[in-house]
């Protein structure tokens, strides 16, 4: 019995050993988890600030038990920072119900406007100014910030305070007269952040609206003259006549849109569709339009409800020690520009009526008490940023230091994997050489059906030596169903000879390119004629009438422009109007050396960025991605990755800033291995990398991405399509791990699958781990709950089981007590070995919850599924698809 009773105690001094030492991770997910509890608790307020770890700590900003009186009431509560040195507030965690509260505002200021427990925001919010440092709004995304930026507080120039606005609409859910406590939890660090985060205010000041006057503008525009920064999000507010709010950065004549929205919608930050950087000299630029409908006397720019205001709010991020907080803007240095301001900034967004009613009560978003002092800080801001304008005499350096590259990180926190329940793989298709996405996110198919691209296809003038063979007979264009792959429409048959390239045009328009014919085409998606023919049908040429096996096609959806690369013996990129007419092209053969920009060798794809006024090119056997600027052929950049390898055979582009690209691959006796790429657009920084599960790349030849990042990939000598998705989508999935199987479903959440190698990952690496992740939602708490509970209890019962059976055994066969009890020991010793992962089959729980929701893949390796049955000919000096291409060409330089 002493062997069984000291086994227990061991199993209990282990099992509390392992809770002690909790990860700063799991404290503050634990704290979060606490902190869900209903509103009437009001736990914030018991425990404001939580430490973890040695840097970091959680303050909690929370209502304290407020009961509003009537619907749109504004209530404020401040609280202080609780250090006094710097710290960076680098994620938020809202505690809302979208019952009770219509939006949130956090503001960081030095002097709140009271000292009181709360107050009525109508006696403002801060005495000095005030910065937003979070919005939350029902029906509305909530703020993000990308990962390495940081709100500076604290510390001789930050914040010291931080005020709560909350605004309470609808006050019918107080019926019961229940107390509110909403607010966020602000997690903060003392550590450095490489990148500071501020805020930019475009405000019109002198704004009249006449009474009845239809359609007004106020518009707003400032030079840049600081160091570079990115957007990230933007938040537009007027009062009840404005109809919309549009912010631009306008750069060489070029708008780009920063944000476009109606102020009558929750006006909570946006993220920023697109990236957009802000370089030395660029201007900044916003609109505002107003109706002065069912007015009787001019509005103007003021603090009152019957006032109007014109504001465009940019959250943005700088390197470090760059960083400026605080920007503002309150003039229009050149209106004349504003004749060339995109159309949509003129439309009104349209707004349904119950939205309306929701939005204005007697008060407005922000307590427009607090816009004189706006005001006086705007213009104090730019007073300040001009004077030191003049100060600065080195205005070449500050030019200088707004070229450099600059480091940006962004929220892009995912990974793509094969779609493995997907049968698309498994069609019966030809070499497939292109790959598109019609308007319905339909997958649309170009392969070669019976025809192959081999040795014999071209004489040494690149002439197709089989004609004889005809057109090929099966429909060479296949559109499929993205979930499922069923056939919905073909066509294409008895027109092509090779197909190579494939784009869809805004109206579901085929463009398509024929490598063996030296022509493109343009096919409606019902037509059996080609609509449009560019090029002179088996004549390999290169001048304006004729291309020389062009590979790709490109059509600017904004202007109708046709962008064509050719090709495998012309290295150029040749741009056409709408209607065919020729306009210019670019585009050189790489010479001896390293490739200069617009320097090609095998142009092999085409990406358009129209919203970026850019085209990027796969510089397929230079193995790089150049991009020009839409209209000019101006280069703008390379991104290159020793990763690519010696090749890289196309390009995709999708909104929101992701790049995908594919490689060829390796030569003999190199590493970079056959795979797919996701970049940052931005950076040309690759956040991730994926390979199939089922089969192997063999010759992946083409790849189009669609907004929800699903990807698909198609293999020209494999003749298959893969279709792969962020692992963020997939709502079922199974964690392996130890014999232990979970199965989560989980509606519109976000589960992150990680594939361990065998052997357990080393300790660093689970501490850099959860560094790099330190916060994170805890959505699937429950469930690690009783998963934590159910795995603690198991051993337990078994070893109390096996301890039975054992004290059973020794009774009946041994029969004598010393003798059981030094077995007994033996058994248990040998048991909590292998809890403690000595004994070989034990069960690694660092490994499984490494591996459970809410932890990211970075630092694991994933399951190797890579290889492939053929390799290259030492003697072959080209990964083509056995395309032969182009005359010998002196071999790539090695990748940088």
């Known amino acids: 019995m002493a062997g069984f009773v000291n086994s227990l105690l061991i199993l209990l001094l282990f099992q509390n050993i392992c809770l002690g030492f909790r990860s700063p991770l799991s404290v503050f997910k634990s704290y979060k988890d606490t902190s869900r509890s ?80 709360y107050w009525d925001c109508d006696e403002g919010t801060c005495k000095d100014k005030s910065n937003i440092l979070y919005a939350w709004a029902r029906n509305a995304p909530p703020t993000r910030l990308p990962k390495g930026v940081g709100f500076r507080v604290g510390g001789e120039t930050g914040s010291r305070y931080f005020v709560l606005q909350v605004h309470y609409g609808d006050i019918s859910a107080f019926r019961d007269k229940h107390k509110d406590c909403s607010g966020v939890t602000l997690h903060l660090t003392h550590q450095k952040q490489p990148l500071i985060a501020g805020m930019y205010l475009m405000m019109s000041v002198n704004t009249v609206i006449p009474p009845g006057k239809k359609v007004v503008d106020a518009d707003i525009a400032c030079h840049y003259k600081r160091s570079p920064m990115h957007l990230f999000a933007y938040r537009v507010h007027t009062h009840r006549l404005g109809k919309v709010v549009s912010g631009y950065r306008v750069r060489n004549g070029q708008w780009t849109l920063i944000g476009r929205q109606s102020p009558q919608l929750p006006q909570a930050f946006y993220p920023v569709k697109y990236p957009v950087d802000i370089s030395y000299d660029d201007i900044l630029a916003a609109r505002c339009v107003f109706s002065g409908e069912g007015r009787t006397t001019e509005t103007h720019i003021g603090g009152t409800a019957n006032d109007e205001m014109c504001n465009f709010y940019i959250m943005y991020y700088m390197e470090a020690k760059h960083a400026v907080s605080y920007m503002t803007c309150t003039q229009n240095i050149n209106p004349e520009m504003f004749r060339n301001i995109p159309q949509e900034a003129n439309i009104p967004i349209p707004v349904k009526s119950d939205v309306l009613k929701m939005m204005h009560g007697h008060h407005e978003e922000i307590k427009d008490s607090d816009t004189s002092s706006l005001l006086q800080q705007a213009k104090k801001e730019e007073e300040e940023i001009l004077d030191q304008e003049t100060k600065d005499n080195d205005a070449s350096y500050l030019l200088q230091q707004a070229k450099k590259e600059e480091a940006e990180i962004l929220d892009q926190d995912f990974h793509i ?103 493109v085409f343009k096919l409606g998606a019902k037509d059996k004629e080609p609509l449009l023919i560019l090029g002179v049908a088996l004549q390999p040429g290169s001048d304006k009438n004729h291309f020389c096996q062009p590979t790709d096609v490109a059509v600017d959806p904004m202007t109708g422009s046709i962008y064509v690369s050719d090709g495998y013996c012309n290295s150029r990129i040749v741009q056409f109007s709408s209607d065919g007419l020729y306009v210019m092209q670019w585009g050189e053969e790489t010479t001896l050396g390293r490739p200069r920009p617009g320097q090609f060798r095998i142009p092999h794809s085409l990406a358009l960025i129209p919203d970026l006024n850019q085209l990027c090119v796969a510089d397929r056997e230079n193995g790089r991605i150049q991009c020009f ?49 996701v970049m940052n657009f931005s950076t040309g920084e690759i956040i991730d990398t994926f390979i199939p599960l089922r089969k192997s790349f063999e010759m992946p030849h083409d790849i189009v991405a669609s907004e929800d990042r699903t990807v698909f990939v198609g293999d020209v000598h494999a003749k298959a399509v893969w279709k792969f998705a962020s692992a963020e989508k997939m709502e079922h999935r199974s964690v392996k791990k130890a014999g232990i199987e979970v199965q989560e479903t989980k509606e519109s959440e976000t589960i992150v699958e990680t594939k361990l190698k065998n052997k357990p990952e080393s300790t660093d690496l689970l501490k850099n781990m959860d560094k790099q992740h330190l916060v994170q939602q805890a959505s699937s708490t429950g469930v690690s709950f009783v998963l934590i509970t159910t795995l603690l209890i198991i051993p337990v019962v078994v070893l109390l089981a096996i301890l039975v059976f054992i004290r059973w055994r020794k009774t009946t066969v041994y029969g004598d007590n010393s003798d059981g009890e030094h077995k007994l020991d033996s058994s248990s010793g040998r048991i909590l070995g292998r809890l403690r992962g000595k004994g070989g089959g034990g069960i690694n729980l660092g490994n499984f919850f490494a591996s459970h929701k809410g932890y990211s893949r970075k630092g694991f390796d994933r399951l190797s599924t890579e290889g492939s049955d053929q390799e290259k000919d030492e003697d072959d000096g080209s990964d083509s698809e056995e395309e032969c291409s182009a005359s010998p060409l002196p071999p790539a330089p090695s990748s940088s």
């Open 417 to 519: 994997e094969e779609a493995v329940e997907w049968p698309g793989l498994d069609l019966k298709l030809g070499q497939v050489s292109g790959l598109a996405l019609d308007p319905e996110n339909n997958l649309v198919v170009f392969h070669r059906g019976d025809h192959v691209w081999d040795e014999n296809s071209f004489d040494s003038k690149f002439v197709y030596q089989q004609r004889g063979l005809g057109p090929i007979e099966q429909n060479t264009i296949l559109v499929l169903n993205p979930s499922n792959a069923k056939l919905l429409h073909s066509t294409g048959k008895s027109l092509f000879y090779l197909p190579h390239g494939l784009s869809v045009d805004k109206n579901g328009s085929y463009w398509v390119t024929d490598v063996a014919l030296h022509q």
């Open 629 to 677: 600027r839409l209209g000019t052929g101006e280069f703008t950049r390379e991104i290159k990755h020793k990763a690519f390898g010696r090749e890289l055979f196309a390009v995709s582009y999708v909104p929101g800033g992701l790049l995908f690209a594919v490689n060829g691959m390796p030569y003999p006796g190199e590493a970079e291995s056959v795979q797919g790429f």
């Open 38 to 117: 209903p509103s009437s608790e009001c736990l914030g307020s018991d425990q404001p600030v939580i430490s973890f770890g040695l840097s970091d700590f959680a303050l909690d900003i929370r209502m304290p038990a407020v009961t509003p009186k009537q619907s749109d009431t504004y209530l404020c509560m401040s609280v202080p920072l609780p250090v006094s040195d710097e710290a960076y507030v680098v994620d938020f965690k809202p505690h809302a119900s979208m019952d009770t509260v219509h939006h949130m505002l956090l503001f960081g200021c030095n002097e709140p406007s009271s000292t009181d427990n």
